[in-house]
């Protein structure tokens, strides 16, 4: 099994409905995070959570929210999909102290229509 | 915050080096990442340099760190079709632990 885990791998979804991108990991680290991808633009963070009871917005946070269920799980919930929401998201995790650097999980394209 | 730069393209033929180069703004950086990301699937850890080293050499692949000027380069050895990717710098912040990603620099090689 993967270290860091991506559910769904793809999803098509209509404009207004809420939809919920999940994340788990078997890394046992404290912090976990969500970024988007789109192209030519790189990595943009969306939310991160440091443990369970602490989470905090990232640069691009508009419209998107999280829930820490446990240390292993961070989802990520677009309240009502729009467009320009399509994109490629990915979650990652990381140690609290050390130089491990990121696990990031395969992704989740999402698309928008 | 902290701001990271690469080039957005680099093509290279098959059996030459490859270099890619990254600035960023933040001194203070502790560890510098790279990480590498085939087409379709997620970011890998590739290799890391901590900011007291000035060179790091894993295989085919030598990092180069300039503190001075803030300057952090990967050099890929006898660059083969595999090496096709996109290549992510990132530094990390001295106090967050968090990593500041460029836009990434697409490496294509030519058969």
């Known amino acids: ?113 | 915050g902290e701001d990271v730069e690469q080039s957005l393209f680099l093509s290279v033929r098959e059996g030459d080096s490859s270099v890619i180069n990254c600035t960023y703004t933040d001194s203070s950086s502790t560890y510098l990442y790279w990480y590498k990301q085939e087409p379709g699937a997620g970011l890998q850890l590739l290799t890391y340099i901590f900011s007291n080293m000035d060179m790091k050499q894993d295989q085919r692949l030598t990092v180069l760190l300039n503190k001075k000027d803030k300057h952090l380069s990967l050099r890929i050895a006898d660059t083969q079709t595999g090496d096709s990717a996109i290549y992510f710098c990132a530094p990390r912040g001295a106090g967050s632990y968090q990593l500041t990603f460029g836009k990434g620099t697409k490496l294509s090689v030519i058969p």
């Open chain 1, 1 to 113: 099994d993967a270290d860091v885990t991506q559910t769904p791998r793809n999803r098509i979804t209509k404009t207004g409905k809420r939809i919920m991108l999940e994340c788990s990991q078997t890394k046992g680290h404290d912090r976990m995070y969500w970024y988007r991808q789109d192209p030519g633009l790189g990595l943009r963070l969306i939310y991160y959570s440091f443990d369970v009871k602490d989470i905090n917005k990232g640069e691009i946070s508009d419209g998107y929210s999280v829930s820490r269920q446990a240390q292993a799980k961070f989802s990520l919930s677009l309240e009502s999909a729009i467009p320009n929401q399509t994109a490629l998201y990915f979650c990652a995790t990381s140690p609290r102290t050390g130089g491990e650097g990121y696990t990031f999980g395969s992704g989740t394209r999402l698309t928008v229509v």
